[in-house]
């Protein structure tokens, strides 16, 4: 749901998330230069689950997803 450089970003998204009723979770990524923190929710059973979900529960509140396939 959302790539952060600033983990206090992260953590009002997921906040704001949850007081909608969506759980998500935070994912700390570093990289080379500077750490990302990974904003998601799920897991789902499959990517047209997870679409589905996004397009119901997530676009109405006018926040922009992907489903990806994690491994």
């Known amino acids: ?3 952060f450089g600033v983990k ?6 997921v906040s704001n998330l949850k007081k909608r009723g969506i759980q998500a979770t935070i994912e700390e990524r570093a990289g080379e230069t500077k750490t990302l923190y990974l904003v998601q ?5 499959s990517k047209e689950k997870a679409v589905d979900f996004g397009a119901k529960k997530l676009t109405p509140l006018n926040v922009e997803f ?4 994690k491994k």
């Open 41 to 45: 929710t799920g897991p789902f059973e």
């Open 8 to 13: 206090s970003n992260a953590d009002l998204l």
């Open 1 to 3: 749901l959302g790539a």
């Open 66 to 69: 992907r489903a990806i396939l």
